[in-house]
Nanobody, 124 residues
Framework: QVQVVESGGGLVQAGGSLRLSCTAS????????MGWFRQAPGKEREGVSC????????YYVDSVKGRFTISRDNAKMTLYLQMNSLKPEDTAMYYC?????????????????WGQGTQVTVSS
């Protein structure tokens, strides 16, 4: 059974940085494009960023372009999300999962495996 574990969230002031990590056990990690989603209270889950199986291509939602960087280390079977210049509107629970690649019509499509998520809170 695939287990997804996200980590690295926390409380940070606006303008600060965080680095999220995600591992997925029992998953042939480098067979899949991977991505990050987030969900704020009272809002729908939103695709934030994703990366192709080999890291050669990436996608970002407009609201995080230039501030977030997604990367992966297939040898460590780990996905990362470096978040800089954080804003209060980035506050959400962040999740990682496998995604359908490529992204079409700016809509990230998630796979079936979800972890518990990691909370990111940005204070103003």
């Amino acid at each position: 059974q695939v287990q997804v574990v996200e980590s690295g969230g926390g409380l940070v002031q606006a303008g600060g940085s965080l680095r999220l990590s995600c591992t997925a056990s029992e998953l042939t990690f480098d067979d899949y494009a991977m991505g990050w989603f987030r969900q704020a209270p009272g809002k729908e889950r939103e695709g934030v960023s994703c990366i192709s199986w080999n890291g050669g291509s990436t996608y970002y939602v407009d609201s995080v372009k230039g501030r977030f960087t997604i990367s992966r280390d297939n040898a460590k079977m780990t996905l990362y999300l470096q978040m800089n210049s954080l804003k209060p509107e980035d506050t959400a629970m962040y999740y990682c999962t496998a995604v359908v690649w490529p992204v079409r019509e700016n809509r990230m499509v998630a796979g079936s495996y979800w972890g518990q998520g990691t909370q990111v809170t940005v204070s103003s």
